[in-house]
């Protein structure tokens, strides 16, 4: 009973309790599940049949879980990823040099990634995420155990990244500093049913007593 359409260049908090299927529904919409029931479609796709072409147009970042390698700098897990994603060279190059840029972190791409901050690692995490240019963008809890700061810097890049790339982005986190900033639409979830689906200001309206 979870029922929603996304427009596209959206950025939707996709919120509810630990255990309410947020994380879930992700893996569903990113195709690693497969449901019980029900249908989805993401541009224009079945997420689980996994065919390449839907598999080379969205990012799922998970931020408890790792998908760069812990023992390699984080430019040669890059470079895997631009080989997987066939992307031409120079637009691997370019496309690392604006994202280190506007994250900050040029100077750590010949660094292991296991010897870099938390919030250093999300960051190369995110710029892995985008390296193929994902039209569809599915985060969990990427802000998850940053300090202060790196969570500034990672909300600030998603914002200025969704309103130049229409990129379409459906984020869910605990913090709600991340939703306030970040979201105008959010969907609330408990026990796998939608309780409220509509803007931030509403939520606020209807549910702060």
Not at 114 to 123: D, I, N, Y
Not at 159 to 170: C, E, F, L, W
Not at 175 to 202: A, N, P, W
């Amino acid at each position: 009973q979870v029922s929603f359409a996304i427009e596209e260049g959206e950025l939707v908090g996709f919120l509810g309790p630990n255990g309410a299927g947020k994380t879930s529904t992700l893996k569903m919409l990113s195709g690693l599940l497969h449901p019980t029931a029900g249908s989805a479609r993401v541009l224009s796709s079945v997420p689980w049949q996994r065919d390449d072409g839907y598999r080379r147009q969205f990012a799922l970042l998970l931020g408890q879980k790792n998908q760069l390698w812990w023992d390699l700098p984080a430019r040669e897990s890059l470079e895997l990823n631009s080989k997987i994603y066939g992307i031409p060279a120079p637009v691997f190059e370019r496309t690392v040099a604006e994202l280190t840029e506007l994250l900050s972190v040029r100077d750590k791409l010949d660094v292991m990634v296991r010897e870099l901050s938390l919030g250093e690692r999300m960051k190369m995490e995110l710029i892995a995420a985008l390296l193929h240019q994902p039209k569809v963008l599915f985060l969990d809890e990427p802000t998850i155990g940053l300090d202060v700061v790196s969570q500034k810097v990672v909300r600030e890049f998603l914002r200025d990244y969704n309103a130049t790339q229409k990129i379409t982005i459906v984020l869910t986190s605990h913090y709600m500093t991340d939703i306030q900033e970040l979201c105008r639409r959010v969907i609330i979830i408990d026990h796998g049913k939608i309780f409220f689906d509509g803007r931030l200001s509403d939520v606020v309206d209807r549910f702060a007593r």
